[in-house]
């Protein structure tokens, strides 16, 4: 049985701003957000082929209130398109109403919004880290198991107008063609090694040449060497990923040939740190805005400085400051 996908999204809607409030969505609506979803995810490619004008978003990790604060400023769907780098679920308070909007709202704008997986789509993930134990609480289980089956089909990878490389981890030894990525079968799980893993979970590293041990206990680090030849063999300006805090909402490594993006601002409660999109115009022109945790003013604002050249690769600027470690995940083998 077919639901009303806009009235869904108008109820999803209606608690902007009042912080805490919860959105009871019936549990045969979020099955099907669910399968709706999964189908449409399965139609699309697993590395999508995206076009310019689009904005990026990072990490947003159940913290709901601060996802729409994001739509606030840069247009709720249609007005503007969106991609996601995934982790919606887990650590915030609101994993349930994040992911149902966003699965709304692919369901809704299938060409013109865009969700990644992060490493945190993942059941041996999100079953320690508190996704599992939400919808526990507020529905059941199976509803979760549920959710697991559409993560398991999500995109791991973008491209945007053939010159930005985005997803939510990093880079990976073992990828040497795009069509790697594109042949990746789903429904899958996330291994514990190999390319799937690499892309949800490997980080950049200034001080390694190659590739390098991580101290999350998964996957690899890589060196800005690693970037420029990556760059260099597909013919891409910049890399956009995800997955770690960064005090600004946006920092960049190696000459500004890959850029992080965290938008979950204050996250979960511990860190002082903005969260971020990034614009991408026609031009390919870049900017980032900054949503400042919300008790702080401004709340927003382009951040000075952050509008970049045509070409992506030639970024100049002062020099920018190093992360803010989050809390290292061990491995899954620990967890």
């Not at 990644?116 to 059941?123: D, K, P, T, V």
């Not at 939510?168 to 090694?193: K, Y």
């Not at 050249?309 to 803010?324: E, H, L």
Request: proline share 6%.
């Amino acid at each position: 049985m077919g639901h009303d996908v806009d009235n869904i999204i108008e109820r999803l809607l209606d608690i902007r701003g009042r912080h805490g409030r919860q959105v009871s969505l019936v549990e045969d609506e979020i099955k099907w957000l669910c399968f709706e979803t999964r189908r449409i995810l399965l139609e699309q490619p697993m590395l999508l082929e995206i076009e310019a004008p689009v904005k990026v978003c990072g990490d947003i990790h159940g913290q709901y209130q601060d996802l729409l604060r994001l739509f606030d400023y840069g247009g709720y769907p249609p007005e503007a398109n969106y991609l996601f780098l995934g982790d919606y679920v887990d650590r915030g308070k609101q994993s349930l109403e994040t992911i149902c909007l966003l699965m709304a709202y692919k369901i809704r704008y299938p060409c013109n919004f865009f969700i990644l997986r992060g490493n945190h789509e993942s059941a041996s993930i999100n079953r320690i880290y508190g996704f599992y134990d939400e919808c526990r609480r507020r529905y059941n289980v199976k509803l979760w198991k549920t959710f697991c089956d559409v993560f398991n089909c999500l995109p791991v990878a973008a491209i945007v107008d053939e010159k930005i490389f985005c997803c939510h981890g990093g880079l990976s030894p073992e990828l040497s063609s795009m069509d790697q990525i594109r042949n990746i079968a789903r429904p899958t799980d996330v291994p514990d090694q190999g390319l799937l893993c690499d892309l949800l979970w490997s980080d950049p590293d200034k001080d390694v040449k190659g590739w390098g041990e991580n101290d999350r206990g998964v996957s690899f680090t890589f060196g800005p060497d690693v970037v420029k030849r990556f760059l260099e063999k597909f013919e891409l300006d910049l890399i956009c990923r995800a997955h770690q805090v960064v005090e600004d909402g946006y920092e960049f490594f190696c000459d500004r040939r890959l850029v992080t993006i965290f938008s979950a601002p204050n996250y979960c409660g511990e860190f002082d740190n903005a969260g971020a999109m990034m614009s991408v115009d026609e031009t390919l022109m870049c900017s980032f805005q900054i949503l400042k945790p919300a008790d702080k003013k401004p709340k927003f604002g382009v951040s000075a400085g952050a509008s970049v050249n045509p070409v992506v690769s030639n970024f100049t600027g002062s020099s920018i400051p190093r992360s803010i470690t989050p809390p290292r995940l061990p491995t899954r083998k620990k967890k």
